[in-house]
């Protein structure tokens, strides 16, 4: 089965300083990997995906994502974090079997606070 | 351009009635599907919509049923409310199936009581 995992509930870092959330998968076959941020009261934003190539992804606001095949991690990074950057952080896995095509199994989330 | 746009924003029910949430996809695109968020979890798959067909259903209960219609916007709906519904419920479309990004509108928030 199809799972992500997200061992952190809430990870607090100072502004100005690196941040890193993780994320760990397990799947059958090709990984097709995402982060979404979601704040208050919002929806799901896009922020980054892993579908194949370089292992480093960038994506939105300075994010970028380390794919490592090996330690079936996707770990979430910013080298210098923002206050605005305080949200919650969810990891997902595309279900690739077929004509599940828009099923995505979530992560339980990572809440990220930066502090000033 | 608009996104993806759900009413109601905030709805209460009590348990035992029925509820339908809305949900219009960025224009163009033909898929959708429906996500349950309880407080403290994830999005949890429940419904993919194609062309106005099911494509995917999730692990839920046979009292969640949706469609879409020729406009490709979509309803859920959900009958014999249980305290346990009780969640976010997000939408989200996209252009094409495949690989593409799933857009999710900002959520139907249902209390049931």
């Known amino acids: 089965a199809q799972s992500v995992a997200q061992p952190e509930d809430q990870v607090n870092v100072a502004e100005g300083n690196p941040l890193t959330v993780k994320c760990t998968y397990s799947?059958?076959?090709?990984?097709?990997l995402f982060w979404y941020v979601q704040y208050p009261n919002r929806g799901l934003q896009f922020l980054l995906k892993?579908?194949?190539?370089?292992?480093l992804v960038k994506g939105s606001y300075g994010f970028e994502a380390e794919f490592n095949k090996s330690q079936t991690s996707f770990h979430l990074k910013k080298p210098s974090a923002l206050v605005s950057d305080s949200a919650l952080y969810f990891c997902?896995?595309?279900?690739?079997?077929?004509?599940?095509?828009?099923?995505?199994?979530f992560g339980t989330g990572t809440r990220l606070q930066v502090f000033p | 351009d608009a996104g993806v746009t759900q009413s109601p924003t905030h709805l209460i029910k009590t348990r035992g009635q029925q509820v339908t949430l809305r949900c219009s996809p960025i224009s163009g695109h033909k898929s959708v599907s429906w996500y349950q968020q309880v407080l403290g979890q994830g999005p949890q798959f429940i419904f993919q919509y194609y062309e106005k067909e099911e494509r995917g259903r999730g692990n839920f209960p046979d009292r969640f049923s949706a469609r879409q219609f020729p406009n490709y916007s979509s309803e859920l709906n959900v009958n014999a409310l249980l305290l346990g519904d009780s969640a976010l419920y997000l939408c989200?479309?996209?252009?094409?199936?495949?690989?593409?990004?799933?857009?999710f509108g900002a959520g139907s928030r249902l209390t049931v009581l």
């Open positions: 799947v059958s076959g090709n990984p097709y």
């Open positions: 997902a896995v595309r279900d690739g079997r077929r004509g599940n095509t828009d099923k995505l199994i």
């Open positions: 989200a479309s996209t252009g094409q199936g495949g690989l593409a990004v799933l857009t």
């Open positions: 892993y579908i194949t190539g370089d292992n």
